[in-house]
């Protein structure tokens, strides 16, 4: 993100700041509630169905008008998931909170780069539905299980509990599938490369009878398990493979 931070003071500056959201909010257990963090925040949570955004946050003042010195607000577009909307407002508390992350960084907030704001929004906004601590110990007890994970944090998707895996201290290749494709696969450790039969099988496997399962490849060095979030008209899994490198980190 920035040149002259670690990735690890990077991690722990948006864990810190997480953390005082929490308790400042007097949230002390999962699953994480965006719209009771906003309230006890003292933001307000308002909707507006003509929004083309998934939220906007914004300070009103008397009459509606958006003002700098007012009241912080989080705008709602029109959204039908829990999920998007509760990440969406997650978002929009990590922009209000971006300021306390560069004053941790000792970073001039007028001197970043554009669109770095948004990247932290969204940086801190995985961070304060899946916050590090308590994700880490959930996934070590349920090791690592996806739909495990999705039940004890239910206000977070599928997707970004797989995604908050790759920023754990574990070495995964994290893969999704969209209707019978690779959407995205990536590791947190290096360069991914294709699948292995492993891998493929594994995923087919879920793929076509709706079903989790798991493998291994002990020449590899990897344990794989693939999840199906079926709908309907939509089915996606995702893959999660478990590598043995000495350090990741």
Known sequence: MFADVSPRDWS???????????????????????????????????????????????????????????????????????????????????????????????????????????QVANALAGRLLLPGRWFRKAGLECDWDLLELRERFWTASHELVARRMLEMPVGVVITVFDQGLVAWRRSNFGPTTGLSSCEYEAWSECHHWSQSTSAANSELGISVRCWPVHEPDWRREILRTEVAIDDTW
Do not use: K
């Open 12 to 118: 722990n500056a948006l864990e810190a700041t997480v953390e005082e959201l929490l308790w400042e909010a007097d949230v002390q257990e999962p699953p994480v509630d965006a719209f009771l963090v906003a309230m006890r925040l003292g933001l307000v949570v308002a909707e507006d169905l003509s929004l083309a955004a998934r939220a906007q946050f914004v300070r009103l003042g008397g009459g509606n008008q958006v003002e700098l010195a007012a009241v912080p607000t989080i705008v709602l577009g029109e959204n039908d998931r829990f999920e998007r909307r509760q990440f969406a407002v997650a978002h929009e508390i990590g922009e209000f909170a971006a300021a306390r992350l560069f004053d941790r960084l000792a970073i001039n907030p007028r001197l970043v780069p554009q669109g770095t704001r948004e």
